[in-house]
């Protein structure tokens, strides 16, 4: 049985008046604006074709004409006028032949990788509806009627869930199901919050619109996520099917490495999530250390038989100055973000960026700045009152510390007032 759920996610956009996202910034510009101006001037389905199926191929010559014959029938079967399309970048062991004999369309990508296939069979796709999948026969592609379904009823994108649906034995390996793809998965609805069961299913639906307004962007297979993160990040509403995972068909071993591709996966969620990667470990060690100094300020704390004194006030500058390099660099992340577009700033980022200006950025660094100079000058004028003797450090190296730490931030402070204030500029002229 299907379950289906639909997963709105909280800043949905009006996908007619949404400005197309672009992550990967400038340098993926020119190609990715050719590619969308040829897929939005090529009419949506010349043959009245409302789904294609789109499988990636790499050498699935054992497989290839099984999947495509079991979509195909698929399609026939229920009367949805459909193509079927396989997505080649360089099969060696006829699986060309053996696709166009199964009366698929073959396209021909230059670029290598599991991503760029993909992207190359949507962008040559003729169907309202794009449906993509394995061509290694362990997906369920007599099933596709639920993917359309939901597409019918108005769902951007539709992931299949595998864990509802059932995995045979032996369809996936226990590292995969047990550690890869529920940590992986998990990450995402952290970072993105997906709300989806199953982030790297093979098998899933998009709508022509959608996949127009993701801007897709990763050539391998870190795509599996850049599909959802994006969606999420577009405000596409999402659902998920239950579909079901076999053995697959072939006798030699997956495209697929596990530590390499689950590597390019998290690599992709971490350049995304600036909050995540520099801000929240940022503001955990600056509190951490900031703690240190206030409770060690006075005297030393003993906690049983240790006592916490200057090392540890000078860990917690230690501390206190790296997690505001984090805390100031993620904020960066986030102006470049929300300029190109990619996810909408939280509140208190809203806040951050109104209360914050180049003037009102230097003075308060430049407060900072004073105040630990003053620090410092107070130790140099005790040293020079003992005529720049010996210092008794139990007693000068605190604010000695906190001075050398003031300094930091201050200079911190203004350095990255500066540099808000480029990326503001250059925000603007683009
Ligand atoms: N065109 C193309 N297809 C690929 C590439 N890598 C994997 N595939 C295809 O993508 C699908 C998934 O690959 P597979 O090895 O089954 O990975 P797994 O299912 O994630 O273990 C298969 O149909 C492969 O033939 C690639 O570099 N180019
Ligand atoms: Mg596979």
Known sequence: MTQAGTISSPNRLDLDSAPATDVLGAAA???GEADLAAALTRPTGPAGIEVSVV???LNEAETLETCIRKATQCLERNGVRGEVIVA???STDGSIEIARRAGARVVHVAEKGYGMALMKGFEAAHGKYLIMGDADDSYDFENLMPFIERMRA???VVMGNRFRGGIQPGAMPWHH??????VLTGVLNLFFRSGIGDAHCGLRGLTRRAFQTMRLRTSGMEFASEMVVKAVMCGLRMSEVSTTLKPDGRSRPPHLRSF????RHLRFMMLLAPDWLLMFPGLVMATLGATLFAVLWQRPVSIGRATLDIHSIMLGALLVTVGYQGLTMGFAARI?????GIGRASRALQFGFRLLNLERGLLAGGGVLAAGVVLIGLVVGLWAAGSFGPLDTGYTLRPLTAGMT???LGVQTILMSFFYSMLGLCGRQS
């Open 55 to 57: 499988m990636p191929c």
């Open 88 to 90: 080649d970048n360089g």
């Open 29 to 31: 510009h020119s190609r």
């Open 177 to 182: 199901r047990y550690i890869g793809n529920p």
């Open 406 to 408: 003031l300094v930091t």
């Open 336 to 340: 470049y973000a929300v300029q190109h």
């Open 260 to 263: 390499r591709d689950g590597w």
């Open 154 to 156: 108005g769902d951007d």
